[in-house]
């Protein structure tokens, strides 16, 4: 499976913006999901995870009720709303698939083993 990221952008702060990782092929639906994101200079993050079947999430602290998590099966498509962006939320973001069939959205980023390419989210003060 590949995954494709995108959705990011360039937004003020306080405003909102909807990334989509897209997985090639049927067997997306079968991954837990994780979203993470990389700063310059700062270490790859856990942000937010969903399990296969979309039924629970699970987010970073940092995220504090501003961000949700989503999937669409049926597309193959995984959701991260972020609102209420911050400066400092200002990273390159990745989605990714936990292909080990596990149940459980796992927050190290070793644990995933497929990548997208990452997107872009910018914001301004």
């Known amino acids: 499976v590949q995954l494709q990221a995108s959705g990011g952008g360039l937004v003020q702060a306080g405003g909102s913006l909807r990334l989509s990782c897209a997985a090639s092929g049927r067997s997306g639906s079968r991954y837990v999901m994780g979203w993470f994101r990389q700063a310059p200079g700062k270490e790859r993050e856990f942000v937010a995870g969903?399990?296969?079947?979309?039924?629970?999430?699970n987010y970073a602290d940092f995220v504090s009720g501003r961000f949700t998590v989503s999937r669409d099966n049926a597309k193959n498509t995984v959701y991260l709303q972020m609102s209420s962006l911050k400066p400092e939320d200002t990273a390159v973001y990745y989605c990714a698939a936990d292909t080990s069939r596990s149940e459980n959205v796992v927050r190290f980023a070793v644990s995933y083993d497929i990548w997208g390419q990452g997107t872009q989210v910018t914001v301004s003060s």
């Open positions: 969903i399990t296969r079947s979309g039924a629970t999430a």
